[in-house]
Protein backbone atom coordinates (compact mmCIF):
# COMPACT_ATOMS: atom_id res chain seq x y z
CA UNK A 1 0.00 0.00 0.00
CA UNK A 2 1.08 3.83 -0.51
CA UNK A 3 0.62 4.84 2.72
CA UNK A 4 1.29 8.03 4.33
CA UNK A 5 5.07 8.01 4.58
CA UNK A 6 5.62 6.62 0.98
CA UNK A 7 3.44 9.87 -0.07
CA UNK A 8 5.83 12.21 2.92
CA UNK A 9 8.55 10.62 1.11
CA UNK A 10 8.01 11.00 -2.43
CA UNK A 11 7.61 14.77 -1.82
CA UNK A 12 10.49 14.73 0.28
CA UNK A 13 12.49 13.43 -2.49
CA UNK A 14 11.18 15.76 -5.35
CA UNK A 15 11.80 18.92 -3.24
CA UNK A 16 15.26 17.67 -2.40
CA UNK A 17 13.77 18.96 1.45
CA UNK A 18 13.17 17.31 4.64
CA UNK A 19 11.56 19.74 6.53
CA UNK A 20 7.95 21.53 6.79
CA UNK A 21 7.10 24.82 8.07
CA UNK A 22 5.25 25.04 11.56
CA UNK A 23 2.20 27.42 10.66
CA UNK A 24 1.75 29.19 14.03
CA UNK A 25 0.15 32.24 14.13
CA UNK A 26 0.72 34.96 16.60
CA UNK A 27 -1.56 37.52 16.40
CA UNK A 28 1.14 40.25 17.76
CA UNK A 29 3.90 39.10 15.57
CA UNK A 30 1.55 39.08 12.45
CA UNK A 31 2.30 41.82 9.80
CA UNK A 32 0.45 45.31 10.63
CA UNK A 33 -0.98 45.37 7.01
CA UNK A 34 -2.53 42.23 7.48
CA UNK A 35 -3.85 43.35 11.14
CA UNK A 36 -4.98 46.83 9.95
CA UNK A 37 -7.29 44.97 6.84
CA UNK A 38 -8.45 42.36 9.30
CA UNK A 39 -9.60 44.87 11.46
CA UNK A 40 -11.34 47.24 8.91
CA UNK A 41 -13.47 44.67 7.30
CA UNK A 42 -14.31 42.59 10.71
CA UNK A 43 -13.68 45.23 13.58
CA UNK A 44 -11.36 44.48 16.33
CA UNK A 45 -12.52 40.82 17.33
CA UNK A 46 -12.02 37.75 17.57
CA UNK A 47 -13.36 36.97 14.07
CA UNK A 48 -10.48 40.06 12.68
CA UNK A 49 -7.66 37.52 14.33
CA UNK A 50 -9.30 35.01 12.48
CA UNK A 51 -9.47 36.27 9.43
CA UNK A 52 -5.71 37.56 9.87
CA UNK A 53 -4.52 34.12 10.45
CA UNK A 54 -5.90 33.11 7.33
CA UNK A 55 -4.52 35.90 5.35
CA UNK A 56 -0.92 35.69 6.96
CA UNK A 57 -0.96 31.28 6.10
CA UNK A 58 -2.24 31.70 2.65
CA UNK A 59 0.41 33.96 1.70
CA UNK A 60 2.91 32.10 3.57
CA UNK A 61 1.99 28.45 1.45
CA UNK A 62 2.00 30.37 -1.74
CA UNK A 63 5.14 31.52 -0.83
CA UNK A 64 7.20 28.15 0.10
CA UNK A 65 5.09 25.22 -1.42
CA UNK A 66 7.67 24.72 -4.15
CA UNK A 67 10.36 24.21 -1.27
CA UNK A 68 8.11 22.52 1.63
CA UNK A 69 6.87 19.49 1.67
CA UNK A 70 4.59 19.77 4.46
CA UNK A 71 2.85 22.11 6.52
CA UNK A 72 2.88 21.60 10.49
CA UNK A 73 -0.37 23.11 12.47
CA UNK A 74 -0.26 23.88 16.01
CA UNK A 75 -3.93 23.47 16.60
CA UNK A 76 -3.74 25.34 19.90
CA UNK A 77 -3.28 28.87 18.55
CA UNK A 78 -6.61 28.55 16.15
CA UNK A 79 -8.76 27.01 18.98
CA UNK A 80 -7.65 30.16 20.75
CA UNK A 81 -10.12 32.07 18.76
CA UNK A 82 -13.28 29.17 18.65
CA UNK A 83 -15.41 29.12 16.21
CA UNK A 84 -13.19 31.59 13.97
CA UNK A 85 -10.04 30.20 14.65
CA UNK A 86 -11.41 26.49 13.36
CA UNK A 87 -12.72 28.23 10.32
CA UNK A 88 -9.15 29.64 9.83
CA UNK A 89 -7.36 26.53 10.43
CA UNK A 90 -10.11 24.62 8.02
CA UNK A 91 -9.72 26.76 5.11
CA UNK A 92 -5.93 26.63 5.45
CA UNK A 93 -5.78 23.29 5.52
CA UNK A 94 -7.88 23.16 2.41
CA UNK A 95 -5.44 25.69 0.59
CA UNK A 96 -2.21 23.57 1.21
CA UNK A 97 -4.10 20.77 0.16
CA UNK A 98 -4.64 22.54 -3.26
CA UNK A 99 -1.28 22.86 -3.49
CA UNK A 100 -0.58 19.66 -3.43
CA UNK A 101 1.63 19.31 0.08
CA UNK A 102 0.74 17.59 3.23
CA UNK A 103 -0.71 18.63 6.65
CA UNK A 104 0.18 17.35 9.77
CA UNK A 105 -2.22 18.94 12.22
CA UNK A 106 -0.59 19.65 15.93
CA UNK A 107 -3.22 18.69 18.19
CA UNK A 108 -1.50 16.36 20.58
CA UNK A 109 -4.48 14.61 21.28
CA UNK A 110 -4.57 11.55 23.29
CA UNK A 111 -7.73 10.03 25.82
CA UNK A 112 -9.74 6.95 26.20
CA UNK A 113 -10.85 4.36 22.97
CA UNK A 114 -14.43 5.76 22.56
CA UNK A 115 -13.04 9.50 22.77
CA UNK A 116 -9.93 9.10 21.01
CA UNK A 117 -12.29 7.62 18.23
CA UNK A 118 -13.91 10.89 18.15
CA UNK A 119 -10.82 12.60 17.68
CA UNK A 120 -9.64 10.14 14.64
CA UNK A 121 -12.88 10.81 12.94
CA UNK A 122 -13.10 14.64 13.18
CA UNK A 123 -9.57 15.03 11.84
CA UNK A 124 -8.61 11.92 10.13
CA UNK A 125 -12.14 10.35 9.22
CA UNK A 126 -15.92 11.10 9.04
CA UNK A 127 -18.39 12.40 11.32
CA UNK A 128 -21.68 11.21 11.49
CA UNK A 129 -24.70 13.29 10.30
CA UNK A 130 -28.04 13.19 11.83
CA UNK A 131 -29.74 10.71 9.33
CA UNK A 132 -26.47 8.16 10.73
CA UNK A 133 -24.36 9.21 7.07
CA UNK A 134 -20.80 10.44 7.69
CA UNK A 135 -19.08 12.69 5.97
CA UNK A 136 -15.76 14.47 6.59
CA UNK A 137 -15.05 16.42 9.23
CA UNK A 138 -14.39 20.57 8.39
CA UNK A 139 -11.04 19.65 9.18
CA UNK A 140 -9.22 16.78 7.39
CA UNK A 141 -5.43 16.52 7.80
CA UNK A 142 -3.05 14.04 6.22
CA UNK A 143 -1.44 13.03 9.60
CA UNK A 144 -1.79 14.59 13.12
CA UNK A 145 0.40 14.53 16.40
CA UNK A 146 -1.04 12.23 19.38
CA UNK A 147 -0.13 11.45 23.08
CA UNK A 148 0.77 8.27 24.31
CA UNK A 149 -0.34 8.04 28.16
CA UNK A 150 -3.20 6.52 27.40
CA UNK A 151 -1.61 2.93 26.03
CA UNK A 152 -3.23 1.17 22.70
CA UNK A 153 -6.43 1.57 23.08
CA UNK A 154 -6.31 5.33 23.09
CA UNK A 155 -3.90 4.69 20.36
CA UNK A 156 -6.03 2.06 18.44
CA UNK A 157 -8.54 4.76 16.40
CA UNK A 158 -5.07 6.62 14.89
CA UNK A 159 -3.64 3.33 13.93
CA UNK A 160 -6.77 2.80 12.04
CA UNK A 161 -6.66 6.02 10.11
CA UNK A 162 -2.77 4.89 9.28
CA UNK A 163 -4.63 2.02 7.13
CA UNK A 164 -6.76 4.52 5.15
CA UNK A 165 -3.69 6.76 4.09
CA UNK A 166 -3.26 8.76 6.94
CA UNK A 167 -0.02 8.95 9.11
CA UNK A 168 0.04 9.73 13.14
CA UNK A 169 3.53 10.69 15.20
CA UNK A 170 3.26 9.79 18.59
CA UNK A 171 4.89 11.82 21.47
CA UNK A 172 7.81 10.61 22.24
CA UNK A 173 10.72 13.01 23.74
CA UNK A 174 9.83 16.50 23.87
CA UNK A 175 11.92 19.47 23.02
CA UNK A 176 11.00 21.58 26.25
CA UNK A 177 13.55 21.83 28.90
CA UNK A 178 11.40 20.37 31.26
CA UNK A 179 10.52 17.38 28.81
CA UNK A 180 13.31 15.45 31.52
CA UNK A 181 11.03 15.39 34.89
CA UNK A 182 8.99 12.61 33.60
CA UNK A 183 10.08 11.10 30.10
CA UNK A 184 13.80 10.54 31.60
CA UNK A 185 12.30 8.46 33.94
CA UNK A 186 14.49 5.45 34.69
CA UNK A 187 12.66 2.26 34.52
CA UNK A 188 12.77 -1.08 36.97
CA UNK A 189 13.78 -3.09 33.45
CA UNK A 190 16.19 -0.59 32.59
CA UNK A 191 16.14 2.55 29.90
CA UNK A 192 14.28 5.37 30.46
CA UNK A 193 10.31 5.86 30.10
CA UNK A 194 11.03 8.04 26.77
CA UNK A 195 12.43 4.69 25.31
CA UNK A 196 9.42 2.29 26.46
CA UNK A 197 7.24 4.57 24.26
CA UNK A 198 9.60 4.56 21.74
CA UNK A 199 9.33 0.96 21.45
CA UNK A 200 5.55 1.24 21.64
CA UNK A 201 5.79 3.26 18.66
CA UNK A 202 8.07 0.71 16.88
CA UNK A 203 5.68 -2.17 17.96
CA UNK A 204 2.40 -0.22 16.89
CA UNK A 205 4.22 0.61 13.78
CA UNK A 206 5.25 -2.30 12.80
CA UNK A 207 2.07 -3.97 10.98
CA UNK A 208 1.77 -4.81 7.39
CA UNK A 209 -1.35 -2.25 7.51
CA UNK A 210 1.17 0.53 8.93
CA UNK A 211 4.35 -0.42 6.75
CA UNK A 212 4.47 1.54 2.99
CA UNK A 213 6.22 0.58 -0.13
CA UNK A 214 8.91 2.77 1.40
CA UNK A 215 9.25 0.57 4.37
CA UNK A 216 8.59 3.18 6.28
CA UNK A 217 5.80 3.23 8.77
CA UNK A 218 2.44 5.07 9.22
CA UNK A 219 3.34 5.63 12.40
CA UNK A 220 6.05 8.01 13.25
CA UNK A 221 7.17 9.41 16.26
CA UNK A 222 7.98 13.22 18.34
CA UNK A 223 11.30 13.44 18.95
CA UNK A 224 12.76 16.90 19.80
CA UNK A 225 15.58 18.42 18.50
CA UNK A 226 17.15 19.56 21.38
CA UNK A 227 18.07 16.94 22.98
CA UNK A 228 20.18 14.77 20.57
CA UNK A 229 21.38 11.88 23.10
CA UNK A 230 17.76 11.08 23.49
CA UNK A 231 17.03 11.78 19.71
CA UNK A 232 19.53 9.27 18.68
CA UNK A 233 18.36 6.59 20.86
CA UNK A 234 14.61 7.16 19.23
CA UNK A 235 15.97 6.62 16.12
CA UNK A 236 18.01 3.26 16.96
CA UNK A 237 14.86 1.48 18.95
CA UNK A 238 12.20 3.02 16.69
CA UNK A 239 13.58 2.16 13.02
CA UNK A 240 10.95 2.39 10.55
CA UNK A 241 9.43 5.26 12.32
CA UNK A 242 9.38 8.73 10.70
CA UNK A 243 10.76 11.45 13.32
CA UNK A 244 8.67 14.68 13.06
CA UNK A 245 11.40 17.00 14.69
CA UNK A 246 10.17 20.40 16.27
CA UNK A 247 12.50 22.43 18.11
CA UNK A 248 14.82 23.69 15.22
CA UNK A 249 15.58 26.74 15.02
CA UNK A 250 13.95 29.33 17.44
CA UNK A 251 14.30 26.33 20.46
CA UNK A 252 17.61 25.84 19.48
CA UNK A 253 18.29 22.95 17.92
CA UNK A 254 20.65 23.18 14.65
CA UNK A 255 21.24 21.15 11.20
CA UNK A 256 23.67 19.07 13.78
CA UNK A 257 21.32 17.81 16.66
CA UNK A 258 19.14 16.50 14.14
CA UNK A 259 21.20 14.46 11.72
CA UNK A 260 21.18 11.71 14.41
CA UNK A 261 17.41 11.79 13.47
CA UNK A 262 17.97 10.30 9.67
CA UNK A 263 18.84 6.72 8.95
CA UNK A 264 21.53 5.49 6.11
CA UNK A 265 19.00 6.12 3.60
CA UNK A 266 19.04 10.18 4.21
CA UNK A 267 15.13 9.77 5.32
CA UNK A 268 13.12 9.09 8.66
CA UNK A 269 12.83 12.10 9.65
CA UNK A 270 10.96 15.60 9.01
CA UNK A 271 12.40 18.73 10.85
CA UNK A 272 9.73 21.95 11.42
CA UNK A 273 10.62 24.96 12.16
CA UNK A 274 8.04 27.33 13.01
CA UNK A 275 8.73 31.08 14.70
CA UNK A 276 12.12 30.73 12.33
CA UNK A 277 10.42 30.90 9.41
CA UNK A 278 6.97 32.50 9.13
CA UNK A 279 8.20 35.19 10.96
CA UNK A 280 10.95 36.05 8.98
CA UNK A 281 10.12 39.08 8.10
CA UNK A 282 12.11 40.26 12.10
CA UNK A 283 15.33 39.01 10.91
CA UNK A 284 17.48 40.85 9.46
CA UNK A 285 19.42 38.05 7.48
CA UNK A 286 15.86 37.91 5.61
CA UNK A 287 15.23 41.17 5.25
CA UNK A 288 12.94 41.56 2.18
CA UNK A 289 10.40 43.48 0.14
CA UNK A 290 7.70 41.03 1.71
CA UNK A 291 6.87 39.30 4.82
CA UNK A 292 6.06 36.13 2.54
CA UNK A 293 9.45 36.32 0.59
CA UNK A 294 11.34 36.74 4.06
CA UNK A 295 9.99 33.05 5.00
CA UNK A 296 10.78 31.71 1.41
CA UNK A 297 14.41 32.92 2.10
CA UNK A 298 14.56 31.45 5.62
CA UNK A 299 12.95 27.92 4.31
CA UNK A 300 15.73 28.11 1.52
CA UNK A 301 18.47 28.74 4.55
CA UNK A 302 16.82 25.86 6.07
CA UNK A 303 16.70 23.64 3.63
CA UNK A 304 20.35 24.04 2.45
CA UNK A 305 21.67 23.76 5.94
CA UNK A 306 19.83 20.51 6.62
CA UNK A 307 21.38 19.39 3.19
CA UNK A 308 24.53 20.23 4.08
CA UNK A 309 24.55 18.68 7.44
CA UNK A 310 23.20 15.32 5.63
CA UNK A 311 26.11 15.76 3.23
CA UNK A 312 28.38 16.64 5.70
CA UNK A 313 27.43 13.20 7.57
CA UNK A 314 27.65 11.63 4.23
CA UNK A 315 23.54 10.36 4.21
CA UNK A 316 22.36 12.50 1.95
CA UNK A 317 20.41 11.24 -0.95
CA UNK A 318 20.08 13.91 -3.28
CA UNK B 1 -8.35 32.73 48.57
CA UNK B 2 -11.52 31.54 47.59
CA UNK B 3 -10.03 28.93 44.80
CA UNK B 4 -11.62 26.81 42.31
CA UNK B 5 -11.55 24.01 44.70
CA UNK B 6 -13.62 25.94 47.46
CA UNK B 7 -16.14 27.01 45.23
CA UNK B 8 -16.38 23.20 43.78
CA UNK B 9 -17.09 22.10 47.48
CA UNK B 10 -19.37 24.97 48.52
CA UNK B 11 -21.65 23.34 45.67
CA UNK B 12 -20.47 20.04 46.50
CA UNK B 13 -22.38 20.30 49.89
CA UNK B 14 -25.08 22.83 48.89
CA UNK B 15 -26.32 19.99 46.65
CA UNK B 16 -24.41 16.81 48.78
CA UNK B 17 -23.66 15.51 45.83
CA UNK B 18 -19.81 14.67 44.75
CA UNK B 19 -20.93 13.87 41.77
CA UNK B 20 -20.41 15.87 37.56
CA UNK B 21 -22.57 14.95 34.87
CA UNK B 22 -20.29 14.15 31.75
CA UNK B 23 -22.10 16.38 28.85
CA UNK B 24 -20.36 14.06 25.93
CA UNK B 25 -23.25 14.00 23.16
CA UNK B 26 -22.93 11.36 20.62
CA UNK B 27 -25.39 12.29 17.58
CA UNK B 28 -26.21 8.31 17.32
CA UNK B 29 -27.71 8.64 20.89
CA UNK B 30 -29.44 11.69 20.80
CA UNK B 31 -33.51 11.70 21.33
CA UNK B 32 -35.14 11.72 17.23
CA UNK B 33 -37.35 14.35 18.09
CA UNK B 34 -34.47 17.04 18.64
CA UNK B 35 -32.55 15.50 15.80
CA UNK B 36 -35.84 15.76 13.38
CA UNK B 37 -36.15 19.54 14.42
CA UNK B 38 -32.27 20.57 13.80
CA UNK B 39 -32.48 18.96 10.26
CA UNK B 40 -35.74 21.04 9.64
CA UNK B 41 -34.13 23.85 10.07
CA UNK B 42 -30.28 23.02 8.83
CA UNK B 43 -30.72 20.34 6.38
CA UNK B 44 -28.68 17.06 6.96
CA UNK B 45 -25.38 19.26 7.93
CA UNK B 46 -22.82 19.34 10.71
CA UNK B 47 -24.47 22.39 11.41
CA UNK B 48 -28.14 20.93 12.28
CA UNK B 49 -25.65 18.03 14.71
CA UNK B 50 -24.27 20.90 16.72
CA UNK B 51 -27.97 22.68 17.32
CA UNK B 52 -28.80 19.13 18.45
CA UNK B 53 -25.98 19.13 20.78
CA UNK B 54 -26.91 22.03 21.84
CA UNK B 55 -30.96 21.78 22.62
CA UNK B 56 -30.22 18.24 24.08
CA UNK B 57 -27.47 19.78 26.22
CA UNK B 58 -29.06 22.84 27.29
CA UNK B 59 -32.70 20.66 28.35
CA UNK B 60 -30.78 18.07 30.15
CA UNK B 61 -28.87 20.99 32.20
CA UNK B 62 -31.78 22.73 33.49
CA UNK B 63 -33.24 19.07 33.94
CA UNK B 64 -30.13 18.22 36.47
CA UNK B 65 -28.66 21.72 38.01
CA UNK B 66 -30.66 21.53 40.81
CA UNK B 67 -28.83 17.98 41.62
CA UNK B 68 -25.21 18.58 40.48
CA UNK B 69 -22.77 20.94 40.78
CA UNK B 70 -20.51 20.55 37.78
CA UNK B 71 -20.86 19.72 34.26
CA UNK B 72 -17.72 18.27 32.64
CA UNK B 73 -17.63 18.22 28.87
CA UNK B 74 -15.54 16.35 26.47
CA UNK B 75 -14.08 18.58 23.99
CA UNK B 76 -13.96 15.67 21.05
CA UNK B 77 -17.43 15.39 20.60
CA UNK B 78 -17.64 18.94 19.80
CA UNK B 79 -13.97 19.41 17.66
CA UNK B 80 -15.94 17.00 15.38
CA UNK B 81 -18.07 19.17 13.91
CA UNK B 82 -15.66 22.06 13.60
CA UNK B 83 -16.24 25.29 14.37
CA UNK B 84 -20.57 24.57 14.46
CA UNK B 85 -19.45 21.96 17.41
CA UNK B 86 -17.21 24.35 19.17
CA UNK B 87 -20.44 27.16 18.80
CA UNK B 88 -22.35 24.64 20.60
CA UNK B 89 -19.42 23.93 22.99
CA UNK B 90 -19.44 27.85 24.10
CA UNK B 91 -22.86 28.65 24.22
CA UNK B 92 -23.73 25.31 26.76
CA UNK B 93 -20.62 26.81 29.01
CA UNK B 94 -22.42 29.84 28.61
CA UNK B 95 -25.97 27.97 29.73
CA UNK B 96 -24.00 26.48 32.26
CA UNK B 97 -22.59 29.10 34.30
CA UNK B 98 -26.05 31.13 33.97
CA UNK B 99 -27.45 28.44 35.89
CA UNK B 100 -24.37 28.87 38.41
CA UNK B 101 -22.73 25.60 37.92
CA UNK B 102 -19.33 24.33 37.32
CA UNK B 103 -17.34 23.93 33.66
CA UNK B 104 -14.96 21.32 33.56
CA UNK B 105 -13.56 21.16 29.94
CA UNK B 106 -12.20 17.81 29.60
CA UNK B 107 -9.55 18.54 26.83
CA UNK B 108 -6.65 16.70 28.04
CA UNK B 109 -4.09 19.21 26.94
CA UNK B 110 -0.55 18.82 26.89
CA UNK B 111 1.83 20.77 25.21
CA UNK B 112 5.31 22.81 25.38
CA UNK B 113 5.04 25.64 27.34
CA UNK B 114 4.59 28.37 24.64
CA UNK B 115 1.81 26.14 23.53
CA UNK B 116 0.55 25.73 26.84
CA UNK B 117 -0.04 29.07 27.04
CA UNK B 118 -1.97 29.47 24.13
CA UNK B 119 -4.55 26.53 25.37
CA UNK B 120 -4.37 28.32 29.22
CA UNK B 121 -5.22 31.34 27.36
CA UNK B 122 -7.97 29.99 25.13
CA UNK B 123 -9.55 28.17 27.55
CA UNK B 124 -9.03 29.42 31.20
CA UNK B 125 -8.22 33.17 30.09
CA UNK B 126 -8.02 35.72 27.59
CA UNK B 127 -6.73 36.19 24.19
CA UNK B 128 -4.78 38.44 22.32
CA UNK B 129 -6.82 40.78 19.28
CA UNK B 130 -5.34 42.59 16.45
CA UNK B 131 -4.64 45.79 19.08
CA UNK B 132 -3.24 43.97 21.43
CA UNK B 133 -5.65 43.88 23.86
CA UNK B 134 -7.10 41.29 25.43
CA UNK B 135 -10.78 39.37 25.92
CA UNK B 136 -11.86 36.05 27.03
CA UNK B 137 -11.85 33.65 23.97
CA UNK B 138 -15.36 32.09 23.16
CA UNK B 139 -15.17 29.14 25.26
CA UNK B 140 -14.05 29.67 28.99
CA UNK B 141 -14.31 27.26 31.84
CA UNK B 142 -13.92 26.96 35.01
CA UNK B 143 -11.21 23.81 34.88
CA UNK B 144 -9.98 21.82 32.37
CA UNK B 145 -8.55 18.81 32.26
CA UNK B 146 -4.24 18.38 31.58
CA UNK B 147 -1.71 15.83 30.15
CA UNK B 148 1.41 16.01 32.17
CA UNK B 149 3.96 14.13 29.82
CA UNK B 150 6.05 17.48 28.93
CA UNK B 151 6.94 17.60 33.11
CA UNK B 152 6.53 21.33 34.47
CA UNK B 153 6.50 24.25 31.84
CA UNK B 154 4.12 22.39 29.79
CA UNK B 155 1.80 22.97 32.82
CA UNK B 156 3.04 26.16 34.26
CA UNK B 157 0.63 28.08 32.29
CA UNK B 158 -2.49 26.28 33.81
CA UNK B 159 -1.00 26.30 37.54
CA UNK B 160 -1.31 30.38 36.80
CA UNK B 161 -4.58 29.71 35.87
CA UNK B 162 -5.19 28.69 38.94
CA UNK B 163 -4.02 31.26 40.65
CA UNK B 164 -6.69 33.37 39.36
CA UNK B 165 -8.79 31.46 40.23
CA UNK B 166 -9.77 28.26 37.53
CA UNK B 167 -8.78 24.94 38.32
CA UNK B 168 -7.24 22.03 36.70
CA UNK B 169 -7.27 18.37 36.83
CA UNK B 170 -3.89 16.11 35.59
CA UNK B 171 -4.25 13.51 34.14
CA UNK B 172 -2.77 10.78 36.61
CA UNK B 173 -4.18 7.18 36.24
CA UNK B 174 -6.70 7.08 33.29
CA UNK B 175 -10.35 4.25 33.47
CA UNK B 176 -9.15 2.33 30.11
CA UNK B 177 -8.24 -1.05 29.68
CA UNK B 178 -4.69 -0.22 28.08
CA UNK B 179 -3.47 2.55 30.41
CA UNK B 180 -1.43 -0.28 32.51
CA UNK B 181 0.90 -0.45 29.24
CA UNK B 182 2.80 2.80 30.27
CA UNK B 183 0.94 4.38 33.41
CA UNK B 184 2.33 0.94 35.47
CA UNK B 185 5.62 0.89 33.95
CA UNK B 186 7.78 -0.17 37.46
CA UNK B 187 10.63 2.91 38.14
CA UNK B 188 14.18 2.30 38.91
CA UNK B 189 13.73 4.26 42.03
CA UNK B 190 10.27 2.34 43.56
CA UNK B 191 7.03 2.06 42.08
CA UNK B 192 5.01 3.03 39.03
CA UNK B 193 5.07 5.61 36.61
CA UNK B 194 1.58 7.34 37.29
CA UNK B 195 2.61 7.34 41.53
CA UNK B 196 5.34 9.66 40.12
CA UNK B 197 3.14 11.87 38.13
CA UNK B 198 0.79 11.85 41.11
CA UNK B 199 3.36 13.01 43.22
CA UNK B 200 4.09 15.62 40.69
CA UNK B 201 0.67 16.65 40.79
CA UNK B 202 1.24 16.97 44.98
CA UNK B 203 3.78 18.82 44.43
CA UNK B 204 2.48 21.72 41.68
CA UNK B 205 -0.58 21.79 44.09
CA UNK B 206 1.28 22.60 47.41
CA UNK B 207 1.97 26.44 46.29
CA UNK B 208 0.25 28.76 48.58
CA UNK B 209 -1.93 30.12 45.80
CA UNK B 210 -2.96 26.80 44.66
CA UNK B 211 -4.19 25.99 47.90
CA UNK B 212 -7.71 27.26 48.93
CA UNK B 213 -9.23 28.08 52.40
CA UNK B 214 -10.74 24.51 52.60
CA UNK B 215 -7.30 22.87 52.33
CA UNK B 216 -7.94 21.87 49.24
CA UNK B 217 -5.91 22.37 46.20
CA UNK B 218 -6.95 24.35 42.51
CA UNK B 219 -4.66 21.82 40.98
CA UNK B 220 -6.76 18.25 40.77
CA UNK B 221 -6.33 15.03 39.55
CA UNK B 222 -8.08 12.23 36.73
CA UNK B 223 -8.16 9.17 38.74
CA UNK B 224 -10.01 6.18 36.57
CA UNK B 225 -13.09 4.62 38.82
CA UNK B 226 -11.93 1.53 37.56
CA UNK B 227 -8.35 0.35 39.20
CA UNK B 228 -9.52 0.87 42.53
CA UNK B 229 -5.65 -0.27 44.35
CA UNK B 230 -4.15 2.66 41.90
CA UNK B 231 -6.35 5.15 42.69
CA UNK B 232 -6.01 4.58 46.43
CA UNK B 233 -2.79 4.88 45.89
CA UNK B 234 -3.07 8.27 44.27
CA UNK B 235 -5.22 9.44 47.06
CA UNK B 236 -1.91 7.87 49.62
CA UNK B 237 -0.27 10.57 47.60
CA UNK B 238 -1.72 13.39 46.46
CA UNK B 239 -4.02 14.46 49.35
CA UNK B 240 -4.83 17.70 48.96
CA UNK B 241 -6.18 17.10 45.35
CA UNK B 242 -9.23 16.75 44.55
CA UNK B 243 -9.58 13.97 42.15
CA UNK B 244 -11.97 14.03 38.98
CA UNK B 245 -12.83 10.17 38.60
CA UNK B 246 -14.04 9.07 35.35
CA UNK B 247 -15.08 5.79 34.60
CA UNK B 248 -18.03 5.40 36.79
CA UNK B 249 -20.94 3.48 35.32
CA UNK B 250 -20.87 3.02 31.82
CA UNK B 251 -17.37 2.29 32.27
CA UNK B 252 -18.01 -0.73 34.57
CA UNK B 253 -16.89 1.62 38.05
CA UNK B 254 -19.15 1.50 40.72
CA UNK B 255 -19.82 3.33 44.02
CA UNK B 256 -17.91 1.13 46.73
CA UNK B 257 -14.57 1.40 43.69
CA UNK B 258 -14.58 5.17 44.55
CA UNK B 259 -14.81 5.37 48.13
CA UNK B 260 -11.07 4.85 48.42
CA UNK B 261 -10.44 8.28 46.53
CA UNK B 262 -12.84 10.45 49.03
CA UNK B 263 -10.43 11.61 52.36
CA UNK B 264 -11.81 11.19 55.62
CA UNK B 265 -13.56 14.50 55.33
CA UNK B 266 -15.62 12.70 52.92
CA UNK B 267 -14.31 15.57 49.64
CA UNK B 268 -11.55 15.00 47.60
CA UNK B 269 -13.46 13.68 44.86
CA UNK B 270 -15.71 14.07 42.29
CA UNK B 271 -17.24 11.71 40.29
CA UNK B 272 -18.12 11.75 36.68
CA UNK B 273 -20.73 10.15 34.66
CA UNK B 274 -21.84 10.75 30.99
CA UNK B 275 -23.52 8.24 28.89
CA UNK B 276 -25.38 6.45 31.94
CA UNK B 277 -27.21 9.93 32.47
CA UNK B 278 -27.25 11.67 29.74
CA UNK B 279 -28.78 8.73 27.66
CA UNK B 280 -30.75 7.27 30.93
CA UNK B 281 -33.48 7.21 28.74
CA UNK B 282 -32.65 3.80 26.41
CA UNK B 283 -32.29 2.54 30.23
CA UNK B 284 -35.61 0.88 31.53
CA UNK B 285 -34.33 1.87 34.83
CA UNK B 286 -35.01 5.00 33.94
CA UNK B 287 -38.05 5.39 31.99
CA UNK B 288 -40.01 8.71 32.15
CA UNK B 289 -42.31 11.04 29.75
CA UNK B 290 -38.71 12.64 28.55
CA UNK B 291 -35.51 11.76 28.52
CA UNK B 292 -34.27 14.61 30.24
CA UNK B 293 -36.38 13.37 32.82
CA UNK B 294 -34.52 10.09 32.39
CA UNK B 295 -31.14 11.94 33.08
CA UNK B 296 -32.61 13.35 36.11
CA UNK B 297 -33.81 10.49 37.66
CA UNK B 298 -30.38 8.92 36.94
CA UNK B 299 -28.03 11.96 38.26
CA UNK B 300 -30.62 11.37 41.50
CA UNK B 301 -29.95 7.58 41.83
CA UNK B 302 -26.01 8.48 40.99
CA UNK B 303 -25.82 10.86 43.92
CA UNK B 304 -27.88 8.69 46.20
CA UNK B 305 -25.74 5.37 45.46
CA UNK B 306 -22.55 7.82 46.03
CA UNK B 307 -23.95 8.68 49.45
CA UNK B 308 -25.19 5.32 50.30
CA UNK B 309 -21.45 4.18 49.96
CA UNK B 310 -20.00 7.37 52.12
CA UNK B 311 -22.16 6.55 54.78
CA UNK B 312 -21.13 2.25 54.45
CA UNK B 313 -17.64 3.66 54.66
CA UNK B 314 -18.41 6.25 57.75
CA UNK B 315 -17.45 9.31 55.79
CA UNK B 316 -20.18 10.82 54.66
CA UNK B 317 -20.47 14.94 55.62
CA UNK B 318 -24.36 15.19 54.88
Redesign the interface.
Same mark, same amino acid.
Given at each position: MRNFADRLIELVDALENPSCVGL?P &???DIPAAI??E??ATCG???E??AR?FLEFNKRLVDATYDIVPAYKL?A??Y??? @???G??AL +?ITISHIKKRRRLVILDA? !? +??? +?S??Q??A??YLGT????? &? =?R?S???VADAMTV???? @??? @?VKPFLDACERGHGVFI?VK? =??? =??????S? !??? @?GGE?YE??AR?VSEWGASEQALGSSGYSAVGMVVGATFPAEAKRCREIAKNAIALV?GYGYQGGRAEDVVPLFNNDGLGAIISSSRRIIFAYKDERFKAESFEESARRAAMTMREDLVAALRDAGICRW
Open positions: D &RIAKAAVNTLAVAQAFEAY @GAHLD +GK !R +GDI +GTAAYDAVELCD &R =SIGFINPYF @GYD @GIT =SNP =SSKELQL !RLA @GFAVKP
